[in-house]
């Protein structure tokens, strides 16, 4: 796992909750799941409210690799912290599958992690930042065409607007590692991190309208998918 992104494999997690879960199933991860977790050599990459859904809670996991995937997954659902706490997590969520596998686009397309702290436990830090998570669905031979479409035109009016890209990724298509917890198959995606300083400069930006003319591209399959995130008090990606 490179010193500067991460990470070669990465987790897109959407967790559709009960009436009132969300808070709950935070305080639990960022209390105890996040340290045990990473006990294991996985990274907890970012947690985030999605700011459209309140009944939803979104975060990401990254791995050196798919082996490392199975090993590290096996260790943490099989040990004694997820055992205590999992009946009480699992009575937030009605869903949990909504699961995308990733790799990063370029090699160095990665979250970049290397200067970031995690807040410690009970930190008040906040942040205004909005991180947005677009999900393009490709034809099955678009993707090098789409990647550099999306490089050469929408990332210069994204920068211009004062938003930056923090990740690109596709697919992922090695079978599931860990079979015990389901990822979505048969999907060819392209997804874009970018962070904007808040919601309005956001706002500022998509008024504007620039992903139009990806609209009527060959390479996108029907309408990408748009998931603004505001990151927990614990999330790295923040």
């Known amino acids: 796992m490179s010193d500067e992104t991460c990470c070669p494999v990465v987790e897109l997690r959407q967790y559709t909750l009960v009436r009132g879960g969300r808070e709950v199933l935070i305080s639990l991860f ?33 791995y050196a690799d798919m082996t490392s995937r199975a090993r590290q997954l096996e260790e943490f659902y099989g040990g004694p912290i997820w055992k205590q706490h999992r009946e009480a997590a699992n009575a937030t969520m009605t869903d ?15 979250f970049r992690l290397e200067n970031l702290k995690r807040p410690s436990l009970g930190s008040k830090e906040s942040s205004n930042a909005l991180i947005v998570a677009t999900i393009y669905y490709l034809n099955r031979t678009a993707q090098d065409n789409f990647i550099q479409l999306f490089e050469h035109k929408l990332v210069p009016k994204l920068t211009k607007a004062g938003g930056s890209i923090v990740g690109m990724f596709v697919t992922e298509n090695h079978p599931n590692t860990f079979p015990a917890l389901p990822v979505r198959e048969g999907e060819n995606v392209f997804v874009s991190f ?41 999330s790295l990606v923040r």
């Open 30 to 62: 960022e209390r105890h799941f996040i340290e045990n977790q990473e006990a294991t050599g996985m990274t907890v990459i970012g947690q985030f409210r999605d700011l459209n859904n309140p009944d939803r809670f979104v975060w990401l996991r990254g």
């Open 96 to 110: 949990s599958d909504n699961v995308l596998l990733l790799r990063p686009a370029r090699s160095d397309s990665g």
């Open 194 to 234: 970018a962070r904007f300083a808040n919601r309005q400069a956001y706002d500022e930006f998509a008024g504007s309208n620039p992903a139009c003319e990806f609209e009527a591209s060959a390479d996108i399959k029907g309408k990408p998918e748009t998931v603004l995130l505001a990151a927990t008090a614990r």
